[in-house]
């Protein structure tokens, strides 16, 4: 590969006539071929925080669901004590159908938190089945996954990760109960969005070279060429 006079130029970036520790992150970037300030990603997010949703049946009135939002509220339990108020408890076989508000695309998990604990008729779920539809009438299934036995207290998830992306609004997680009880902690749906990130992340993430490989770069870089033992090349200054 071959630096450009505007790429050589570009990667004396304070102009001192030498390549220096910052210059060499732009070479990098350029033996990379990231050397563009910003590229556009999928990211996994969760896109279901704070949204509304109805389960049937209800959390019980001893185990509440307070203002029917702690399932979307982001706040993940770190205690295992049923009784703690992040839990909601639900009496058999449960459905959450949460609405996330318009039709999103590239959806592409889908989660539940749930308590594990084999106390006062309480174990973990068995399942979790997914359903997706833009209606409420007609659903289509997603996956399912089943889920392991009590070994010991904890606050564990299920996910379900289709095979491909889906777009939908609303969005079901059909809960098969392992006993009598239920208690979920969270139910989480996520998309891949476009973002835009800045490529040097890439570039750090990528170089795999060591400080003595640096310092020969760096040095063969002052004269005009940098070697990039990663990819085998030499770049040289034109």
């Known amino acids: 590969a071959t630096l450009t006079s505007a790429q050589q130029s570009r990667a004396d970036v304070n102009e001192d006539g030498k390549i220096s520790a910052v210059d060499y992150i732009i070479i990098k970037r350029i033996a990379l071929g990231t050397l563009e300030s910003s590229v556009s990603k999928l990211v996994r997010e969760a896109v279901s925080y704070g949204k509304t949703y109805t389960a049937s049946p209800s959390a019980s009135a001893t185990y509440p669901d307070t203002g029917v939002s702690e399932l979307t509220d982001a706040s993940v339990s770190s205690g295992t004590t049923y009784t703690n108020a992040s ?18 695309s590239n959806l592409s998990a889908f989660e539940l938190s749930y308590l594990s604990v084999d106390i006062d008729g309480i174990l973990p779920p068995e399942s979790l089945t997914v359903y997706g539809s833009n209606n409420k009438s007609t659903w289509s299934k997603l996956g399912t996954v089943s889920i392991p036995s009590y070994t010991s207290d904890a606050v564990l998830s299920a996910t379900v990760v289709p095979a491909s992306y889906s777009t939908y609004q609303y969005i079901k997680f059909s809960i098969i109960a392992g006993a009598h009880w239920l208690f979920i902690d969270e139910v989480i749906v996520y998309a891949d969005v476009p973002v835009t990130v800045d490529n040097s992340e890439d570039a750090y993430t990528a170089d795999t070279l060591t400080n003595t490989y640096r310092k020969q770069q760096l040095a063969s870089a002052a004269s005009g060429t940098a070697y990039d033992p990663s990819r085998g090349e030499t770049l040289v200054s034109s």
């Open 87 to 104: 839990f909601s408890g639900y009496e058999g076989n449960t459905d959450v159908v949460v609405n996330l508000g318009s039709k999103i």
